[in-house]
């Protein structure tokens, strides 16, 4: 693990060096406060931090101030290192946002130690970091196509029509239907039927500009949310959704399959506000036509 020593005492710092490395510690070196906070501030800081608190220019006490204003993640765990025994001052350290502090001279057991305890914390925290985002993946995606899930873009769609709203802007909605689903699944099977579903996904996402964003409506259903793009630009990429699932069969266990969807356009614009509920239902009613009319195919909101 990297560790960052900040000492101004230069054959403090050389000795505090060589022991950690001993101890297996990857050693960054500043000998004062301001390149200790350019480091722990830096895109890829040392989680732990050794920190003199009497430097030259800024004290180590400051630089704990100034790393907790800025970073909540990743979590640095920081040591002042002092030679003042006032408890009043160990107070300002630990308000100043220190984790722990050594008294100098110190033992060397003592210090590795603590330092044992500092990696303990961060090592917890990592893990409660990744668990949180497994979890928050999970809530928020479909685990079949990996696309958002049902909740999770109706959310963004309600956010894309209020932020249209307020920048008086358009934007644009489609709902695409893999067509004659159930009879791929009847036929193929459902392991098939899921190979094509996720094919189907990959492909739609592949078309997408980095602000679009495709969610798993419903079971062969998906919902496109198009930023800033009225009724003529939503139904243009459409058409190239269309085009790009229906390009090529698509290659599961039971052989090549060849898929099309349908597909319903509705925008919502400064002109004729839509709520989510609104926008989704005239969206829907254009996919019920483009179904009824033959399929593989793209059908626009009529003017209402
Ligand atoms: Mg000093």
């Given at each position: 693990m990297r560790i960052l020593i900040a000492e101004d005492d230069p054959s403090f710092r050389r000795l505090l060096a060589e022991t950690l490395a001993i101890w297996g510690y990857d050693v960054v070196v500043a000998d004062n406060g301001y390149s200790a906070l350019q480091i722990l501030q830096s895109e890829d800081p040392p989680r732990l931090a050794m920190l003199d608190w009497m430097m030259p220019g800024m004290e180590g006490v400051e630089v704990c101030r100034k790393v907790r204003q800025k970073m909540v993640e990743p979590y640095t765990y920081m040591v002042l290192l002092t030679s003042q025994q006032r408890d009043e001052d160990l107070v300002i350290g630990m308000e100043a946002g220190a984790d722990d502090?050594?008294?100098k001279p110190f033992k060397h057991n003592e210090l590795r130690l603590r330092l044992r305890a500092g990696r303990r914390i961060i090592e917890l925290q990592n893990e409660l970091i990744e668990a949180r985002d497994t979890f928050r993946t999970k809530a928020s995606h479909d685990s079949l196509t990996g696309l958002w899930n049902h909740e999770e873009i109706l959310r963004i769609l309600a956010q894309e029509l209020s932020r249209a709203e307020r920048e008086e802007k358009s934007a644009g909605?489609?709902?695409?239907d893999i067509d004659f689903f159930k009879k791929?699944?009847?036929t193929y099977g459902h392991l098939a039927g899921d190979v094509v579903l996720r094919s189907a996904a990959g492909k739609m996402r592949s078309l997408m500009r980095t602000y679009d964003c495709i969610g798993r409506y419903g079971g062969e259903e998906f919902l496109v949310v198009l930023p800033?793009?009225?009724?003529?630009c939503a139904a243009a990429f459409a058409e190239r959704l269309r085009l790009c699932v229906s390009s090529d069969s698509i290659d599961?266990?039971?052989g090549m399959i060849p898929v099309t969807i349908s597909l319903g356009v509705a925008a919502s614009s400064k002109d004729k506000k839509k709520d989510v509920n609104s926008l989704i239902k005239t969206a829907d009613e254009a996919l019920y036509r483009a179904k009824e009319s033959g399929r593989n195919r793209v059908a626009v909101a009529l003017a209402s």
């Open positions: 502090y050594i008294t909605v489609i709902m695409a791929i699944n009847d800033e793009c009225n009724l003529e599961t266990p039971e």
